[in-house]
């Protein structure tokens, strides 16, 4: 059951998110925080979304805008390693609180609650109509980078906020997302990194059944992202955004009561 979870998750996100940009994280994350701690569902669930980048990288690179992917980039690279560290330092504090119900006990923990409203903060964002028009001007691609890259690696949650300050460089369609996923890949590869350099090893998956999660995620992955070229690309990016807010904001909850990722 836990491997057909992550498969279907991973298999369905993949396809339905290629073309906005955004959510195959959001989606995924709370299937791995089903089985893994917070900290080590976040590093899970950036191991899919760098392969899958790396596999729609293979594809689109020759379409990328590459003084943007660097000057975006680069600077979200240390940022992310940081983000990164910082969820390892939560990942290894004591519970905040404890609580029961229905004979069960649950203890929230630092990772959770921040990553937990982080997202329900980005899902009301994601439903406001303002947010979705808003753009920033081309001279805060070095910021956005750091914004990006920093909350990427802390959150897992990347896209919505890239997308923000790579809508106003005048990109067309093909070029908008070619160079997304490039970014992707860098932001991806930091905070793996710092994953790996914060994360004892007990606590990443790596082997045996949590290492098998992790394989059925990335095959998943692939063949969603595969198939969502082929039969997929008519899904509006609006349906797509309204499915992201709503698992947001319920995962956002369930990570800050303790119900998932402890």
């Not at 298999?11 to 995924?28: K, M, P, R």
Request: proline fraction near 5%; charged fraction near 10%.
């Amino acid at each position: 059951m836990d491997v057909t979870i992550v498969a279907v998750t991973a298999f369905l996100a993949s396809g339905l998110t290629l073309y906005s940009g955004f959510g195959l994280g959001t989606l995924l994350l709370p299937a791995f925080a089903l089985f893994f701690p917070v900290e080590a569902a976040v590093a899970a669930t950036a191991v899919v979304h760098l392969l899958n980048n790396l596999f729609k990288s293979a594809l689109l690179a020759r379409a990328a805008d590459w003084p943007t992917v660097l000057r975006f980039g680069l600077p979200a690279v240390p940022a992310a390693a940081l983000g990164g560290w910082l969820l390892g330092l939560l990942g290894r504090s004591p519970p905040l609180f404890e609580w029961e119900a229905f004979g069960r006990g649950f203890a929230p923990t630092a990772a959770g609650i921040t990553v937990g409203a982080l997202m329900i903060l980005f899902a009301l964002l994601e439903l406001q109509a303002w947010f979705q028009r808003l753009s920033a001007p081309g001279r805060l691609l070095v910021p956005g980078g750091l914004a990006t890259g920093f909350l990427g690696g802390l959150t897992g949650q990347q896209g919505a906020l890239r997308s923000i300050f790579l809508l106003k460089t005048g990109l067309d369609p093909a070029r908008f997302i070619a160079t997304g996923v490039m970014i992707a890949v860098l932001i991806d590869l930091s905070r793996l990194a710092a994953y790996a350099g914060s994360f004892s090893a007990a606590s990443l998956p790596t082997g045996g059944r949590p290492g098998l999660l992790l394989a059925a995620g990335v095959a998943a992955a692939f063949a969603g992202a595969w198939l969502g070229a082929r039969y997929m690309h008519k899904a509006t990016i609006g349906l797509v955004r309204r499915i992201v807010a709503g698992m947001m904001l319920a995962i956002g909850a369930a990570l800050c009561g303790g119900l998932i990722g402890t």
